[in-house]
């Protein structure tokens, strides 16, 4: 039953991973598609998961400092996710990442409300402080590298500056960002048919593109006793992954 489920804007993880040293690109994308995003999609629902994106920036001539991946993981709140790991089938899926990111520099956090001034470096926020199901919606994803010529202070302003003139648009459901050192990923959400194809450009004054894309709505054929090979994951991509959603957790 995946009628529209709206919960809080800060129970989501947001999660940006950097490729283990040990894979190359290729077995990243195989490993991602045929293990990693199946699970993640398969085994979590039952356990609170709402909505799940997972996307991966253009990987030819990416510069390192920019995520190898991106994801978000929606739960019915944050203490659906703390009492997640209390079942085998989530602390299994939670044993994979070690397999393929570099744990070191990757990260996920819950994210807290666009402040006023000052946005802090890895740090999630979320721009619409009201619930929302971003399954069922829209869902347009950015992740762009800092120019050179621009500070990193300069390059945080100019970011919060957007987001603040980026909350009047028409239509806008939600939206997320998160500011590294040297990239910026961000996510916004629309009534389903309505999203904006155009809200990120500001971002390409300061930033070079490296993802800038509306999610696939990405329908689950298969289950985990089936013969499939899993979900294409071949950057650049972004899929909203349609979960099966049977407990209201």
Same mark, same amino acid.
């Given at each position: 039953m995946n009628e529209i489920r709206k919960v809080p804007p800060d129970a989501v993880h947001v999660w940006r991973g950097f490729r283990s040293k040990d894979k190359t690109q290729q077995q990243f994308e195989e490993f991602l598609g045929s293990v990693f995003v199946p699970g993640c999609s398969l085994l979590q629902p039952n356990a609170g998961l709402h909505a799940y994106i997972p996307s991966l920036p253009q990987n030819e001539g990416k510069p390192p400092t920019v995520p190898d991946q991106s994801a978000l993981m929606f739960w019915?709140?944050?203490?659906?996710?703390?009492? !997640?790991?209390? /079942?085998? !089938?989530?602390? /299994?899926?939670t044993n994979l990442h070690g397999d393929l990111y570099d744990t070191s520099r990757s990260s996920a956090g819950f994210p807290v409300l666009l402040p006023e001034a000052d946005l802090l470096v890895e740090t999630p926020y979320f721009l619409v402080d009201a619930p929302a199901d971003w399954m069922s919606g829209d869902v347009v994803h950015y992740i762009g590298a800092r120019n050179q010529n621009v500070s990193p202070e300069i390059f945080r302003a100019h970011i919060l500056k957007w987001a603040k003139n980026l909350l009047p648009m028409s239509g806008l459901e939600g939206g997320l960002l998160c500011v590294g050192e040297n990239y910026l990923v961000a996510w916004t959400l629309w009534p389903k048919g309505k999203s904006s194809s155009t809200c990120f450009a500001p971002l390409k004054?300061?930033?070079t593109t490296w993802l800038d894309q509306a999610s696939e709505h990405f329908e689950l054929g298969h289950g985990l006793w089936e013969d499939w090979t899993g979900i294409p994951m071949t950057a650049p991509n972004s899929l909203n992954i349609q979960l099966h959603r049977t407990l209201d957790i």
């Open positions: 019915t709140s944050q203490q659906t996710y703390h009492d !997640a790991f209390k /079942c085998v !089938a989530v602390r /299994c899926y004054d300061f930033t």
